[in-house]
């Protein structure tokens, strides 16, 4: 079975995604692993279709238990929904719950803190998105994925405002 959705995640085809994840949530015998896995490539692909409310409800599922990957990445992209439908109170009330949870997947938290700071900035309150990116930039340990630089360019340029949109 775990072959098999591998397989259908490889060929990326949407149709596909979503009825090998039925198939895996239907048996009673999958691993859960797989089953969350299954859960989340569908909530994907329902996101991209625009079916945002089964994506989210999908998604809120697996943002039970944000000890799973699945689950951090879940909370990340319910907050980034909210965000991008303009719920930002929704979207920030979000961040402070997934931080509640103590997450050891720390990537996904600090892409919503970069959220936050964005929902800051967009509330013209630009010292508290300052603080916030800043406070990735300093507690954020993994240098390679790309969170630090992430941080690093926001920061800058609310430093320097007139370089921000080139």
Request: glycine share 6%; no cysteine; hydrophobic share 40%.
């Given at each position: ?5 591998a397989s ?115 509330r013209d ?42």
């Open positions: 079975m775990t072959s098999y959705f259908v995640m490889e060929s990326g085809q949407s149709d596909m995604i979503v009825e090998a994840a039925q198939y895996v949530e239907a048996q009673g015998d999958a691993p859960a692993a797989l089953v969350r896995r299954a859960r989340l490539e569908r909530a994907k692909v329902e996101e991209r279709r625009g079916n945002l409310n089964l994506a989210v409800e999908i998604y809120n599922i697996l943002r039970a238990n944000v000890a799973n990957v699945e689950g951090a990445e879940s909370a990340y992209r319910v907050v980034e929904i909210a965000y991008e439908s303009g719920n930002y109170s929704g979207a920030e009330k979000l961040v402070y719950e997934f931080a509640g949870k103590n997450t050891p997947h720390q990537y996904w938290l600090a892409k919503s803190f970069l959220l936050l700071g964005d929902i800051f900035v967009i309150n630009l010292f508290q998105a300052r603080a916030t990116y800043q406070s990735v930039v300093d507690g954020y340990t993994n240098k390679k994925d790309g969170i630090i630089a992430e941080a690093k360019a926001r920061v800058e340029s609310l430093n320097n405002p007139e370089t921000a949109n080139e």
